[in-house]
């Protein structure tokens, strides 16, 4: 028995000692210090294979000065696994939910006119469970940070980032894909310019995507907190409606029988005489219902979003309306 598996069978409950391998040793490091802070009131352990060759790969030094930051003494660097303890499977499974009562049943949401940030401070002063880790400067803002909150919130916490202006989503793409793939119900507010287009073609494939317009923010930010999704909430600056909202959800803000504008987000500036204006909050899923009743021919002021909805589904092409203003979000 090595030295890992006997840490294991001497671990009493609730404590476990988890082992984390991957083809990148910095994603499985950065798991690995998710799950030590999850571990560490418990009484267990969490260990990561990272070889010494690979000891000074961005991502392992971004994940050990993480771990620095957090003082965790119950993680630990092995050169190769401990045959004795399997490693933590890299993809989804069945995981313990999280509830915040405080929410209701009805997923209606009852803060006032205000900010995500308000909104959040609110729900965290009567949910434990919640966690915010943007209060907190040792998390900082980077790929480790990443991966280690979203093992965190699929190990008993409901996690929600408000990601500053300005985060690089499109350089974490890899880990984006691998929270995906894991399914790990991270929850991520972001500023709907720093958003990566096309979304699928940028590790956000298996994310649950919004661009929520403010009346329908609040109760998209209150479907996140209650489900066990991954989601990214590309937010506006101000949560102004109280109604209960669904992915797949869109407004029409106009009605048209001469085809119809799409749009998330802002609204275009102009809308051909005759033209319907369907504006999506749910990037993924999409609001397929809406879209198959829409009249045709489809336009997009956007050539982001044409991209996107092209992407997801070839008989959604839309043709370019003149632009009047320039992308608002990266490539």
Same mark, same amino acid.
């Given at each position: 028995?090595?030295?890992?598996?006997?840490?294991?069978a001497r671990t009493a409950f609730p404590g476990r000692v988890r082992q984390f391998a991957a083809g990148d040793p910095g994603q499985a490091l950065a798991l690995a210090v998710g799950a030590a802070w999850i571990e560490q009131p418990r009484g267990g352990h969490a260990a %990561?294979?990272?070889? /010494? &060759?690979?000891?000074?790969?961005?991502?392992?030094?971004?994940a050990l000065a993480l771990a620095k930051r957090l003082a965790l003494p119950n993680l630990t660097l092995l050169p190769a696994a401990d045959p004795g303890l399997p490693c933590e499977p890299l993809n989804a499974r069945e995981r313990q939910p999280v509830r915040l009562a405080s929410l209701g049943r009805e997923l209606r949401p009852t803060w006032p006119a205000g900010t995500s %940030?308000?909104?959040? /401070? &609110?729900?965290?002063?009567?949910?434990p469970l919640l966690l915010l880790p943007a209060r907190d400067p040792r998390w900082g803002c980077d790929?480790?940070?990443?991966?280690?909150l979203a093992w965190i919130a699929g190990d008993g916490r409901r996690v929600v980032w408000e990601l500053p202006a300005g985060t690089p989503l499109g350089a974490w793409?890899?880990?984006?894909?691998?929270?995906?793939?894991?399914?790990?119900?991270?929850k991520l507010l972001a500023n709907p310019a720093d958003l990566p287009w096309p979304p699928a073609e940028r590790g956000l494939g298996r994310w649950w995507l919004a661009m929520p317009t403010p009346m329908d923010a609040a109760g998209a930010l209150v479907w996140a907190l209650a489900g066990e999704e991954c989601v990214l909430l590309a937010m506006p600056d101000r949560l102004e409606g109280g109604d209960a909202w669904l992915p797949g959800s869109a407004r029409r803000l106009?009605?048209?029988e001469a085809g119809t504008m799409l749009c998330a987000g802002r609204a275009p500036a102009r809308v051909p005489p005759g033209v319907g204006l369907l504006q999506l909050g749910s990037l993924i899923p999409l609001p397929h219902a809406q879209l198959q009743r829409t009249a045709r021919p489809l336009l997009a002021e956007d050539e982001d979003l044409a991209r996107h909805l092209a992407s997801l589904d070839p008989h959604l092409r839309c043709t370019l309306a003149p632009p009047s203003a320039p992308p608002h979000s990266p490539r």
């Open positions: 028995m090595g030295d890992l598996a006997d840490l294991a %990561a294979v990272v070889p /010494s &060759a690979r000891r000074d790969d961005p991502l392992v030094v971004a %940030a308000q909104a959040l /401070s &609110a729900s965290a002063a009567r949910e790929r480790a940070a990443l991966l280690a793409a890899g880990e984006l894909a691998l929270i995906g793939r894991m399914q790990l119900p991270l106009i009605d048209g």
